[in-house]
């Protein structure tokens, strides 16, 4: 019988842990082995369970990403019902920090150590250790304990409870047999995860939009696997966005409200604002502006009333939409993913079939080679680029990202290409030219402010590690007010190059302190469910002790980059490239932080993406004719930044969502 292995390690939904409900369907010396896959199935990872011939069980995993990837070992003894009463995982996460952590269950008390985390309990009956190795490092195994019992529940340690509920199911040819599958939601672990169990109640294999783990020899059934997921996911969506999407009946009427109006960076109190359908119909002072019979009223109490924000950096999975829409962010651009995957959700989240918010898209174009992006659009010469462009355009994309492997002598044709369409160009540097290389080459925009400082650091390959380890160890060295550096900004402000930062990235990965939770995400820490929380600290590089300060002084330099653009005049673009919804609200107060004017921000999140897309004419202000997308916010970020987490109010597309309501569905504590 095959069985696969799923880890949810590091930063990243990996592979493979596999385990069956009774030890007794386990033979001494069986090896089974398991194929992890990143983006449209590539292969990156084996995970390899081997029962030994003292009954206990080993597994191991090995995946590589660009330089990057786990390796881990678990040594556990599991109980009859498949519960673990003792483990021992050894290895290194996702950004190679070591990994030690213990569990052991017995006389009714439980003990664990790892990390930050060491402590014990008393237990009456039987409970599951989930490891902080990553987000959900058991994910098969305690599926199968779930399935073993009655009431698919079952107390979580160190605190916490996990569920499975079956949502579906499907007939899947792989391996030139047909299997009944089952397809269940596990809930009660850092985030819902889908797996798919066997009709034994054997773990068979999971996707989350990205990662897919199946096993191996059974390769071929991933792609039907993930097509009956998509579907039964899909109708699973529509019910939660019909019971979250709030449409009013007639006219939406918000009354009493400040008024952020972003080209002005000016407040005004006391404004009404109406809309009809998915359309800003009025806008005007209280009492002078009719409120149409029968219309929703809302009343603002002086709250502030902005446009809804943009988050110009993500790579959309399904859950992602709703986070977004509970941070009032109500147009996210997509800067890679695979194409079937991200049209169908962009097609459900702008017919309310799904949760979400507007989607800009921008397709990514890579070469071949060892450190090539998970995408399946490489190309090796002008004619494949030039087709990879042309079916971007076909498919509605607006913009073509440009990854690190790509030959640089295919970039002229693919920016002339894209020009041709009228399509933007942006991306990482490829290997072999420097940031100004490709400013001068027609990139529009540039993602990433690492990318910046390796301008003046020669040499380093940007496809490899080396793009941020580089720039963690030199840039704190590098004079921002020197020549070189000032004629790059010059370089940038003439061909009106746009630059996206995605700051909290660094300040995670320079910064982050193996026992705190990382920068990035402490604001919203205590609001998280248990298991999410605790997986939260660490985040950085694996940074010598001897370079910590450099890193500090290095990621401080990033923020004074930042500054310098601003300064310049050139475009800014808040993207985060990271958690949605919380982390946008970090990256704006990133931008404060580098001595941005609030108020100056807030338009770059608003208007001033709305304006690089070219779609200003119906987004980015509050004014008649535009598109309803607007926040309500509990507070006056244009004084105090952080207020912009206090959204209270999201309208997208005329359709009412309420934070508090998004944020409770999934577990999270409303910030108001």
């Known amino acids: 019988m095959k069985r696969v292995c799923l880890f949810t390690l590091g930063v990243l939904v990996c592979s493979g842990l596999g ?48 330089g990057r990837g786990e390796s881990f070992t678990s040594r556990l003894r599991l109980d009859a019902a498949g519960i673990p009463l003792r483990e021992h995982l050894t290895g290194v996460d996702y950004w190679q920090h070591p990994v030690d952590e213990r569990v052991e269950i017995a006389g009714g008390r439980a003990a664990w150590s790892g990390g930050p985390e060491k402590g014990e309990k008393k237990i009456a009956q039987p409970a599951f250790y989930v490891t902080r190795g990553g987000l959900s490092l058991e994910a098969g195994l305690l599926a199968m304990a779930l399935l073993h019992d009655p009431q698919h529940r079952l107390p979580l340690l160190p605190e916490g409870e996990g569920r499975l509920e079956k949502v579906g199911a499907a007939r899947i040819a792989g391996g030139g047999k047909t299997r009944d599958l089952s397809l269940y939601l596990l809930t009660g672990l850092a985030s819902p995860l889908y797996v798919w169990m066997d009709g034994s109640g054997v773990f068979f294999g999971r996707y989350d939009g990205f990662i897919t783990s199946v096993p191996q020899g059974l390769e071929d059934a991933a792609p039907a696997m993930i097509k009956a997921q998509t579907q039964a996911v899909a109708s699973r969506w529509k019910a939660v966005a019909a019971r979250l999407s709030h449409r009013p009946s007639g006219a939406l009427a918000v009354k009493g409200a400040r008024l952020f109006d972003p080209e002005a960076g000016t407040v005004t109190p006391n404004v009404t604002v109406v809309v009809s359908g998915n359309r800003i119909q009025a806008v005007g002072r209280d009492g002078e502006v009719p409120v149409p019979a029968g219309a929703q009223v809302v009343d603002a109490h002086g709250r502030m009333l902005l446009p809804g924000l943009w988050d110009m950096h993500q790579h959309f999975t399904e859950s992602d939409g ?14 890679a993913n695979d194409m079937d995957y991200l049209l169908d959700l962009k097609r459900r989240w702008e017919s309310g079939d799904a949760v979400g918010p507007r989607v800009v898209l921008a397709g990514v174009i890579e070469g071949p080679g060892p450190y090539a992006s998970p995408t399946n659009v490489l190309v090796d010469t002008e004619e494949k680029a030039r087709a990879a462009v042309d079916h971007y355009v076909e498919m509605g994309y607006a913009q073509i990202k440009i990854y690190s492997s790509l030959d640089p002598k295919l970039v002229p044709g693919i920016v002339a290409e894209a020009h041709r369409h009228g399509r933007r160009v942006s991306g990482h540097i490829p290997f072999g030219m420097t940031a100004a290389d490709a400013v001068r080459e027609g990139f529009d925009e540039l993602q990433h402010v690492n990318f910046l400082f390796l301008n003046f650091l020669p040499g380093v390959d940007t496809r490899t590690m080396a793009r941020m380890t580089a720039v963690g160890e030199h840039a704190a060295g590098i004079d921002l007010a020197s020549e070189p550096v000032r004629a790059f900004l010059r370089l940038l402000k003439e061909r009106h190059t746009v630059v996206d930062p995605t700051l909290n990235i660094y300040e995670d990965l320079f910064t982050a302190r193996s026992d705190e939770v990382r920068p990035s995400l402490a604001p919203v820490a205590d609001r998280l469910p248990y298991q999410l929380r605790r997986t939260l600290f660490g985040g950085s590089l694996a940074i010598p002790p001897d370079q910590e300060q450099r890193y500090r002084d290095s990621y401080r330099a990033c923020v004074a980059m930042v500054r310098l653009l601003h300064d310049a005049g050139i475009p800014i673009v808040a993207g985060t490239d990271s958690t949605a919804g919380f982390d946008l609200h970090r990256e704006l107060e990133l931008y404060v932080a580098a001595g941005l004017p609030a108020p100056e921000v807030l338009r770059i999140a608003t208007l001033g993406a709305a304006r690089v897309m070219k779609l200003d004419r119906d987004l980015g202000t509050i004014a008649p004719g535009k598109l309803a997308d607007l926040i309500l916010v509990d507070g006056d970020p244009t004084k105090s930044i952080s207020d912009i987490r206090r959204v209270v109010l999201t309208v997208k597309d005329g359709v009412i969502y309420d934070p508090a309501e998004l944020y409770r569905s999934i577990g999270v504590k409303p910030a108001v």
Do not use: H, I, W
Request: no cysteine; net charge negative.
């Open 19 to 66: 385990a069956a409900a009774s030890p007794a369907l386990f033979r001494p010396g069986e090896e089974l082995r398991y194929t992890v896959f990143f983006g449209n199935l590539r292969p990156v990872g084996l995970a390899v369970f081997r029962v030994q011939a003292d009954g206990d069980s080993v597994l191991t995993l090995e995946v590589k990403d660009r």
């Open 322 to 335: 709703l986070l977004d829409l509970a941070a009032g962010v109500t147009t996210g651009r997509d800067m």
